[in-house]
């Protein structure tokens, strides 16, 4: 069991993060790719591709899809690839809000964002997050003009817990639309930015999952001769554990994130993971589970289970060679030293699914929360623990390497999907990754050809749903 903790009447999972087990039970949450049931793998694939509707026949008592979410199935955003899981298009993308300030504060940069204020304090029953921390970057300053935090909650009540949220797509009720607009508009002197993220890729997630921690502890000591700038770090969540998915790096198990995901992106209510709440109904909790146990567990199997990408055949040995003549560049310009081929004992994975500082211009709001319904909420910290920004949580312009398996399939490119090209992707790293990127740059285009083809080498498995 894990300590029930009360914060307040809302439960937050900051960034996708919900809540850790006892050590003991960490091993036990990994899928991995082990879980090869066939027939709990049958039922989550059902499950991954059902279209939920509101007060869905197949609910437990719960009210289905809603009130709030962003897709009616898993595969409505993770469809890329021959027969889906994959992941999604631009139009799939998330929305995250974070207020920003406006310079009401003459030492306030019109569009600075108060994040850089907030600092979290948990305490033994609940925890309350002030803006201005006097240890942080903000300290030298007051923060006049610094919206309080009933301000801040009036906009969205996900804003009392954490410094950014997401934003639901959809409502159940037709009024949700107009909320939604008000929300995105101008209060006063806050105003909000919006951000985005891409869905992830989701073939050979089970082989990452199973990947030991201590390959990823041991990919950050490495250091790349000739790229002394490369200094990937394990992503640490305020509970210690290491983070190796999302964008961020900001969950540690698969599990964790398929719960999350059914609670987050669909607003159903599964055992440990509230659903999403109404932001203008906040009190409104579920009448009980839309998935059982036994459904996660099945989910998270068959997510667990889809193939790892494959390397296309090429079409001619003048394109097998072509591509040979890519990967050597790949590696010798330094894209490898990130983008690691093997970790673990996983083949084929291009990446060391460490953090990276990838330069201002890629940089967005560190973590963001769900607004969840309930009063069982799922602390984001345990009592007691390190304030989040002393965390080895990521920070703003740092981004987990992204794995390029699968990268012919997997367009647009980048946390946000704002590259649409291979080409764009490249051309927008920059801090750790500017020496590599520069080098690309100055590759003659017949090179840069032969590294492009090694890439779309990379695809999609034939038939990832089994
Ligand atoms: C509205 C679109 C959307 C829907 C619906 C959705 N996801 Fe996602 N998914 C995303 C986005 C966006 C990310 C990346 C989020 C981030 O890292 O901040 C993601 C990431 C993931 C990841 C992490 C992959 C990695 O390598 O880091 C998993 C696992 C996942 N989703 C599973 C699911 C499952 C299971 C469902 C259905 C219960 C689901 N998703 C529904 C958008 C969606
Ligand atoms: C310092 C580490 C680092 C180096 C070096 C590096 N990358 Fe990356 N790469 C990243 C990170 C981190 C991202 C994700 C950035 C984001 O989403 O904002 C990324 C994203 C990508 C993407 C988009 C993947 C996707 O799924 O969206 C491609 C393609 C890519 N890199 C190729 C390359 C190539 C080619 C090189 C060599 C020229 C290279 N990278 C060098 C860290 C690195």
């Not at 990919?219 to 554990?241: E, S, T, W």
């Not at 699914?353 to 890629?362: D, I, R, Y």
């Not at 690309?440 to 498995?461: E, G, H, I, K, T």
Request: net charge positive; with cysteine.
């Amino acid at each position: 069991m894990r300590p029930a903790i009360r914060i307040g009447a809302f439960g937050l999972a900051v960034g996708l993060v919900v809540p850790w087990g006892q050590p003991a039970a960490w091993s036990a949450d990994r899928v991995g790719a082990k879980d090869k049931n066939p027939r709990a793998i049958a039922q989550g694939r059902e499950l991954f591709t059902h279209e939920w509707v509101p007060h869905d026949d197949r609910s437990h008592g719960g009210d289905g899809l809603g009130p709030v979410y962003n897709e009616r199935s898993c595969v409505g955003c993770h469809h890329q690839g021959p027969k889906g899981a994959g992941g999604g298009s631009a139009g799939t993308n998330i929305e995250i809000i974070t207020p920003t300030g406006t310079g009401s504060n003459p030492q306030d940069a019109p569009g600075s964002f108060f994040y850089y204020a907030f600092s979290f304090n948990y305490g033994p029953n609940g925890f309350s997050y002030r803006i201005g921390d006097p240890a942080g970057p903000t300290a030298r300053r007051p923060n006049a003009g610094a919206p309080n935090l009933a301000e801040l909650a009036r906009i969205h009540p996900g804003f009392r817990d954490a410094p950014a949220v997401v934003l639901h797509r959809y409502g159940n009720d037709a009024d949700y639309r107009v909320w939604r607009e008000w929300v995105l508009g101008r209060h006063g002197a806050i105003a909000l930015r919006s951000s985005q993220r891409n869905p992830a890729p989701l073939f050979g997630v089970g082989l990452i999952d199973a990947i030991p921690d201590a390959a990823l502890e041991a990919a950050a000591r490495r250091r790349h001769p000739g790229f002394p700038q490369v200094k990937g770090r394990v992503g640490r969540l305020a509970d210690g554990r290491v983070g190796r998915f999302g964008w961020k790096a900001q969950v540690a198990t698969l599990r964790e994130f398929v719960l999350s995901a059914a609670a987050v992106e669909l607003g159903l209510e599964v055992p440990g993971h509230a659903q999403a709440a109404d932001p203008r109904i906040p009190p409104l909790k579920a009448p009980g589970l839309d998935l059982n146990l036994a459904e996660c567990d099945a989910l998270a199997a068959f997510v667990g289970s889809l193939s790892p990408p494959v390397v296309a055949p090429a079409a001619n040995p003048r394109d097998e060679k072509a591509r040979k003549a890519g990967k050597a560049l790949f590696k010798s310009i330094g894209c490898a030293a990130c983008h690691v081929e093997k970790l673990g004992d996983v083949e084929g994975l291009y990446s060391d699914l460490l953090l990276h500082a990838m330069s201002p211009e890629l940089g967005d709001t560190p973590s963001y929360g769900a607004f969840l319904a309930g009063a069982a909420a799922q602390p984001v910290n345990p009592p007691g623990d390190r304030p989040a920004e002393r965390t080895g949580l990521a920070r703003e312009d740092e981004w987990r390497t992204p794995p390029l398996w699968g990268l012919r399939d997997s367009a647009p490119y980048l946390h946000d999907g704002r590259a649409q090209t291979l080409d764009e992707a490249i051309a927008l790293h920059g801090g750790e990754a500017s020496a590599a990127a520069r080098r690309y740059r100055q590759l003659p285009p017949r090179d840069q050809a032969q590294l492009q083809m090694f890439l779309r080498s990379l695809a999609a498995p034939e038939v990832p749903l089994r």
